[in-house]
């Protein structure tokens, strides 16, 4: 039978109800999904928006990818509720002055948003299943036309007017959504270790170099798997977008850092305590070293040797699977870290993650592959690809 | 004709598009912009709207504070035990609504050390989880300074518990008490993160946060909190600040008191004497 509840073990003084771990790993996944969508976005975007044509084999890619991970970003909140069922109480009485009472809103704000870009990149493609195809699929086709046929030259212009209207509104759509989630952590007066202004651009441009990078790993992949040849252009572009955007993010949680520590504000001692030990392997070790400083240094090395080929491919997916972890490493540190660290200020807990039952590592590792489960389906669906070669 | 119908359909779907877009997104800027409001509109309390039909009791009459006198608690927890029967509390250690701090600063050392009845041999010490007493575990070392120091919800004229709540769920009430809707939280313990003193917990049974309510159902009724009736020492000390008589008013009056973590900006409403600056 599975466990009411776990209690972290402790050392130096603690509150008693500390020694449960409010928030667990699964709202460790919530940003982390949420991260992906705006770094996905934030893709097809400069493509969208600023008409960047390198990107152009991933655009539409990077918007399915950017839905199919949106529509995953609530159940890990709804599995952490103590009373799912209540879910939408925040939408119809929304507690103003909390910052999360906005989630709901924002959220669906933006799943629409997502919905009707998709909706308007993909339609010449679903009026054309609508008319070909018979039975259940050919129906699916028909219902998602919403009765429009029209692909003549005036209305495509129309939807290309939509299509950069809605880019447009989803850039401070997405980046608002996943800065608010950083405000979440970082509006909290009560923990030093996520009380910080600078949390929503950390958590921003960390969400960014995520996004990129999952989009580089699964545009490898699926040329991969579709037996094309991958466009080194549009991968050495992201390599570049990565590697700027890896500048920020680690610029910022630098500074961060070392205001955190110069502050020196009461509890530092605690705080000390934490980085030099229970962090050393999870921080030090693996989200700054592994996962951040080698894949800049790798970069760095490629773009200054002009690496050209199957090595820039490699490498350059390294980089990216590496800052995926760092990235998925950095929400462990900040959500979890920030527990770990006694509101006394003169103690430590040790928060265990459960394998198996509501909130564990199975469910996390379930909830973070089913937008790649979603995304199969999807690019099947609705093939995203700029040279016409669909999924096997 | 078919075309022009198929016209006015088009239209018509542009139009709900742009309202649609604009109704969402209009909403959602308003949300936001008021979530940025100062914590002074989190005691705005949802719950105006429903006063509790309690038989002779009008919250607007009432003005609620608590008082704990350090330098008068025993540490002997019945107050611990007190709150955990009247209100149901899960006889774990690891839940409670109240509990006591010890603070032992030994000869040659400069720092307190700091135990609660949560502490392992403590726990050892009561002979079971439900039961709780303090171990005399310093009865061989040269003991300078120790005191305890009981600590419950602070009850805070700007919580942030209930700046944070997305529901509304937990509100402060017109008489100072800052309460749960059990029946409308939806356990997202995003107030057990924002309270600074761990006053907070997540009731396991019933799946919502829960907390010191001052005993709510008692107050209401003239009654004192359960912690308060059972003190041997009157080291907690209850009652109106309205009633320039109460036991609190007259404990403000006669005291230099202080509340625990103000720097906080929560302005707590259990004030304490007799603490120490390690306490927090």
């Keep these: 039978m599975e466990a009411l509840y776990h209690v972290a073990p402790f050392t130096g003084y603690i509150y008693p109800n500390e020694s449960v771990v409010p928030w667990t790993v699964l709202i460790v996944i919530y940003p982390y999904l949420t991260g992906l969508v705006a770094g996905a976005f934030t893709m097809s975007s400069l493509y969208q928006v600023f008409g960047m044509q390198r990107f152009k084999p991933v655009a539409h890619f990077a918007m399915l990818t950017s839905l199919c991970c949106m529509l995953i970003v609530p159940l890990p909140l709804l599995l952490h509720l103590g009373h799912a069922e209540r879910a939408l109480n925040p939408m119809i009485t929304p507690h103003t002055t909390s910052a999360f009472a906005v989630f709901g809103y924002a959220a669906g704000f933006y799943v629409v948003l997502l919905l009707l870009e998709n909706w308007f990149v993909f339609r010449p493609h679903i009026v054309q299943q609508a008319q070909q195809r018979k039975g259940l699929l050919g129906l699916f086709y028909r219902v998602l036309t919403l009765g429009s046929y029209d692909l003549s030259e005036k209305a495509m212009s129309y939807d290309r007017k939509w299509i950069f209207a809605l880019a447009v509104v989803g850039i401070p759509g997405a980046h608002g959504l996943h800065g608010y989630v950083g405000f979440v952590f970082g509006s909290l007066k009560s923990r030093e270790w996520w009380s910080s202004d600078l949390m929503p651009p950390i958590f921003l441009f960390s969400a960014i170099i995520s996004g990129v990078s999952l989009l580089i790993v699964l545009y490898a992949l699926s040329c991969k798997l579709r037996k094309v040849p991958i466009d080194l252009d549009c991968v050495k572009g992201m390599a570049y977008t990565l590697w700027g955007f890896m500048m920020f993010a680690l610029m910022l949680e630098a500074v961060e850092f070392a205001s955190l520590m110069y502050r020196g504000r009461e509890g530092i001692e605690m705080i000390l305590e934490y980085v030099k030990g229970p962090l050393v392997i999870p921080f030090w070790t693996v989200q700054l070293g592994i996962c951040s400083l080698l894949p800049v240094l790798l970069l760095s090395f490629m773009i200054w040797q002009g690496t050209k080929g199957k090595t820039l491919i490699v490498g350059v997916v390294t980089c990216a699977m590496l800052v995926l972890v760092g990235v998925l490493m950095m929400r462990w540190n900040v959500v979890i870290g920030g527990q770990e660290i006694s509101k006394t200020g003169k103690g430590l807990l040790t928060y265990h993650m459960p394998w198996v039952e509501q909130e564990s590592g199975l469910t996390a590792a379930i909830l973070l592959m089913a937008p790649f489960v979603l995304l199969a389906v999807a690019v099947r669906l609705f093939p995203p690809w700029e040279d016409g070669k669909a999924a096997h | ?280």
């Design chain 2, 1 to 280: 004709m078919e075309n022009k119908v198929e016209k006015l359909e088009e239209d018509g779907r542009r139009k709900f598009l742009r309202l649609f877009g604009a109704a969402i997104g209009g909403g959602g800027m308003a949300i936001a912009a008021n979530s940025l409001l100062p914590e002074a509109a989190a005691t705005e309390t949802p719950a105006k709207a429903a006063i509790p039909a309690i038989p002779g009791y009008d919250w607007s009459q009432h003005h609620w504070a608590f008082g704990v006198d350090a330098t008068k608690c025993i540490g002997c927890l019945r107050c611990v035990e007190a709150c955990k029967v009247e209100n149901n509390v899960a006889k774990d250690p690891n839940h409670f609504r109240t509990w006591v701090e010890r603070y032992v600063t030994l000869e040659g050392e400069e720092k307190a050390r700091i135990d609660s009845q949560q502490d392992p041999v403590n726990i050892a010490a009561a002979g079971a989880e439900g039961k709780y007493r303090f171990a005399n575990r310093y009865k061989d070392a040269k003991v300078e300074k120790a005191f305890f120091v009981p600590k419950l919800c602070n009850h805070c004229t700007h919580p942030a518990c209930v700046q944070v709540c997305p529901t509304g769920a937990t509100y402060k009430t017109d008489d100072g008490v800052v309460v749960i809707d059990h029946t409308y939280c939806i356990g997202c313990q995003y107030c057990v993160q924002a309270c600074p003193y761990g006053a907070r917990f997540f009731n396991e049974e019933k799946r919502v946060t829960d907390k010191c309510t001052w005993c709510y159902h008692r107050i209401t009724k003239g009654l004192n909190p359960a912690c308060v009736e059972v003190c041997p020492v009157s080291a907690r000390v209850f009652g109106d600040r309205n009633d320039k008589q109460s036991p609190i008013s007259i404990f403000l009056r006669n005291n230099r008191v202080t509340v625990l973590k103000p720097e906080s900006g929560n302005a707590p409403n259990v004030f304490y004497v007799g603490i120490d600056k390690e306490v927090g």
